[in-house]
């Protein structure tokens, strides 16, 4: 377990990552640098929160990559979907 004063500098992060982007989602055009911006952040965040939160860092080496990947590709899947929207949406439908 991590010491406190660490646990309370990560959750500070969150925090502040958390209100970066509903800043930039409130405030910013949408655009490829935007999408990345989040992207990462959902990244990061996800990861901490399974290292760190969830304790998984110490965990059997499997199941903690399966949970970290879950966190890379959404990020990934969502700047696909930016990037390529109707290849998403002929992928995804039932036709």
């Known amino acids: 377990m991590f010491a406190n004063k660490s646990i309370d500098f990560i959750w500070t992060q969150l925090m502040l990552l958390t209100l970066l982007s509903a800043f930039i989602a409130e405030t910013a055009d949408t655009g490829l640098a935007v999408i990345i911006i989040v992207a990462v952040t959902i990244g990061y965040?996800?990861?901490?929160?399974?290292?760190?939160?969830?304790e998984l860092?110490?965990?059997?080496?499997?199941?903690?990559?399966?949970?970290?990947?879950?966190?890379?590709?959404?990020?990934?899947?969502?700047?696909?979907?930016?990037?390529?929207?109707e290849a998403i949406v002929r992928m995804t439908t039932l036709q």
Do not use: C, E, Q, T
Not at 45 to 52: A, L, Y
Not at 57 to 64: E, K, L, M, S
């Open 45 to 54: 965040k996800g990861r901490m929160i399974v290292d760190h939160f969830m």
């Open 57 to 85: 860092i110490n965990a059997n080496r499997y199941i903690r990559i399966s949970m970290r990947l879950y966190f890379y590709v959404i990020p990934l899947m969502i700047v696909l979907a930016y990037l390529f929207p």
